[in-house]
């Protein structure tokens, strides 16, 4: 039987140059922010050294017939290592067909996805984002054709479906109740209301979605998830950035300000590139130099007391012309945050045998969780050393 948390927290797993994320809340509502899983990749340039899969199989609520489910899984971007091996982990197709061949198939409740995926060419994707396109499509046909289990709103469990960000896509025509466009919030995950925690959806902007022109990387989710853990206001933000570039952090900074980009936790974007801090080539002479505004917002609550972390999903950064990760790039979010707060996942604990790398979220902010304690995995929630004065963030 699945433990169920007494805190909410997030899980950043070593999946070299990719990402995926789990957010689990304390009510075991799980939320998935996309999967790079080598385990039996026919990619011989992947090297999985972190069973992701046997976490999850562990982690995640099991139904009546013993089927394992995750209730949001939220697909960034269709790059091969933000969907590596989803279809063959995760169910795609009519719940009620899961078979026995299916077995250990992990059931997603809801898909959240960027109206992107809509305006690629089939031949332009990979097998995997082929695969979640067709059930995208499966889920939205039954959203239009009204076969909700309780209402035309509700296509029920396995069958969920919600659209990160505006388009007038003809495809996508008539969603607008599943659709969430940047600058609102979202507390609504499977059907469940959340009273802590909410997504606030920063990108793709209209803009960057309906652009036939614009890479994939300048169209990812980009989102921040803000608790406030035993408060009214609040007191814990993430902001993961997918694989942004310069260009869409810039239009986000025009449309926020540097007090509602501040973040406890940030995902470097696009596994540590160089390419968030400028548009130049980094192998350019002379050397570019960082976006002064780029630099400003990493920086940003530098000389306050709180501490601020960067984490780094990508394979080992080393000083050689690698883009991503880059080098040059590591050094800046360092001197953003302190040495010691910038955590490359490949190398943490170590490069032989890294482990996910977890926070806990409490009013005084996110505590990260002792390397020992992951290793015993689910066993219980970390014990919290509780900070003198309870943070907050003020009302937005």
């Not at 936790?265 to 350019?284: G, M, R, T």
Request: hydrophobic content about 30%; charged content about 30%.
């Amino acid at each position: 039987m699945t433990k169920v948390l007494k805190s909410d927290q997030i899980a950043f797993f070593p999946v070299g140059n990719g990402d995926t994320i789990l957010l689990s809340l304390k009510d075991n509502t799980n939320i998935l922010i996309d999967c790079n899983i080598a385990k039996n990749s026919t990619d011989s340039n992947v090297e999985e050294k972190y069973d992701v899969m046997e976490y999850l199989l562990e982690k995640l609520p099991r139904d009546n017939n013993h089927r394992p489910h995750l209730d949001v899984f939220i697909l960034s971007h269709p790059d091969i290592d933000h969907c590596r091996n989803i279809s063959n982990y995760f169910y795609m197709g009519d719940p009620d067909k899961y078979g026995e061949k299916d077995k250990e198939k992990i059931i997603i409740d809801e898909l959240w996805f960027s109206p992107r995926i809509f305006n690629e060419h089939k031949n332009d994707l990979n097998d995997d984002a082929k695969n979640f396109r067709k059930e995208s499509e499966r889920r939205i046909k039954l959203y239009k054709n009204g076969e909700g289990k309780n209402d035309v709103e509700d296509t029920g469990v396995g069958n969920r479906v919600r659209i990160i960000g505006s388009t007038d896509n003809e495809k996508l025509e008539n969603l607008k109740n599943i659709t969430t466009p940047a600058g609102q919030y979202i507390n609504i995950f499977n059907n469940k209301e959340q009273k802590e925690f909410k997504f606030f959806v920063l990108g793709p902007i209209k803009a960057e979605t309906d652009d036939t022109e614009e890479e994939r990387n300048k169209c990812s989710i980009i989102l921040k998830a803000e608790f406030n853990i035993n408060s009214n206001e609040t007191n814990n933000v993430v902001i993961l950035a997918g694989d942004s570039r310069i260009e869409n952090w810039k239009r986000i900074m025009n449309l926020n300000s540097e007090e509602n980009l501040k973040f406890d936790i940030f995902l470097a974007p696009h596994h540590c590139s160089w390419y968030f801090f400028s548009k130049e080539d980094y192998k350019n002479k002379p050397v570019p130099e960082p976006d002064k505004d780029i630099i400003s917002f990493i920086e940003y609550g530098k000389d306050s007391e709180d501490i601020r972390v960067i984490v780094a999903s990508c394979k080992e950064i080393k000083r050689n012309e690698d883009n991503p990760p880059h080098y040059r790039a590591a050094n800046f979010y360092k001197k953003a945050v302190g040495e010691e707060n910038f955590y490359c996942l490949a190398t943490y604990p170590d490069i032989d045998n890294p482990i996910p790398l977890v926070f806990t979220f409490t009013e005084n902010g996110p505590i990260k969780q002792d390397i020992e304690e992951t290793k015993k995995e689910n066993a219980t929630a970390p014990l919290i050393k509780v900070a003198a004065t309870p943070k907050t963030y003020g009302q937005r």
